[in-house]
């Protein structure tokens, strides 16, 4: 049923999660689901949906560089600046659903507990970067960190953050959870060991009860 009060903005929906937990298989699904309803989508991920975020995503994960935990997150901060822009914001204005392959609560979980910067200064930061724009709802899929690198090491070569040692992805993890445990009307937090199609389901169910009000 289409609701009679039409919101000025679409849905903004985030994936989350530690390497390996799935994300892009997920959001597969979701899209397949989107467009089988007929509903207006953009698809976009961090670091990344920009020429510039395209840029910053090579050098962010660039194996062969070292990059102090300040800079990594301002380098982020940038992207993620002209992702809302460009991207986000426009697409929310078209009252599409907008799908991002993570935003800023990875550089909450990555550089806050993984990298151990001030959990202050990096909200209020992204707060001017995003103009204080944040997801309707995160998709957190947690999974621990053992099995997640080994499920991005047969993906082929580590990334720079994937390279990172066992006790920093511990950390993102836990840090994942505290953050979800922090906004839980926000995430919805799932096991990234059950089978993909129950995952596929549960998220379909929980952003299928926030669409009709987008339907025309």
Same mark, same amino acid.
């Given at each position: 049923?289409?609701?009679?009060? *039409?919101?000025?903005?679409?849905?903004?929906?985030?994936?989350?999660?530690?390497?390996?937990?799935?994300?892009?298989? *997920?959001?597969?699904?979701?899209?397949?689901?989107?467009?089988?309803?007929?509903?207006?989508?953009?698809?976009?991920?961090?670091?990344?949906?920009?020429?510039?975020?395209?840029?910053?995503?090579?050098?962010?994960?660039?194996?062969?560089?070292?990059?102090?935990?300040?800079?990594?997150?301002?380098?982020?901060?940038?992207?993620?600046?002209?992702?809302?822009?460009?991207?986000?914001?426009?697409?929310?204005?078209?009252?599409?659903?907008?799908?991002?392959?993570?935003?800023?609560?990875?550089?909450?979980?990555?550089?806050?507990?993984?990298?151990?910067?001030?959990?202050?200064?990096?909200?209020?930061?992204?707060?001017?970067?995003?103009?204080?724009?944040?997801?309707?709802?995160?998709?957190?899929?947690?999974?621990?960190?053992?099995?997640?690198?080994?499920?991005?090491?047969?993906?082929?070569?580590?990334?720079?953050?994937?390279?990172?040692?066992?006790?920093?992805?511990?950390?993102?993890?836990?840090?994942?959870?505290?953050?979800?445990?922090?906004?839980?009307?926000?995430?919805?937090?799932?096991?990234?060991?059950?089978?993909?199609?129950?995952?596929?389901?549960?998220?379909?169910?929980?952003?299928?009860?926030?669409?009709?009000?987008?339907?025309?």
């Amino acid at each position: 049923m289409v609701s009679s009060s *039409q919101p000025e903005t679409g849905l903004f929906i985030s994936f989350e999660g530690p390497e390996g937990a799935g994300k892009s298989t *997920q959001i597969a699904r979701l899209l397949r689901h989107l467009e089988s309803e007929s509903v207006p989508y953009t698809v976009t991920r961090e670091p990344g949906g920009t020429p510039l975020g395209t840029r910053v995503r090579d050098v962010l994960l660039d194996p062969e560089l070292t990059i102090d935990p300040l800079p990594e997150f301002l380098l982020y901060s940038a992207s993620r600046a002209q992702l809302v822009t460009n991207v986000i914001r426009p697409a929310l204005g078209r009252r599409e659903v907008v799908v991002c392959d993570r935003y800023a609560d990875s550089s909450l979980a990555y550089q806050g507990f993984g990298r151990g910067l001030n959990a202050g200064l990096l909200r209020g930061i992204t707060a001017a970067a995003t103009g204080g724009l944040w997801p309707d709802l995160t998709v957190l899929l947690d999974l621990d960190s053992v099995i997640g690198l080994e499920r991005a090491a047969r993906r082929g070569q580590p990334d720079r953050l994937e390279q990172a040692d066992l006790t920093f992805h511990q950390r993102l993890r836990q840090g994942f959870l505290k953050l979800a445990e922090a906004e839980a009307e926000r995430f919805l937090v799932l096991d990234a060991t059950l089978d993909e199609t129950d995952l596929e389901k549960t998220i379909w169910e929980a952003i299928q009860s926030r669409l009709p009000v987008l339907k025309i």
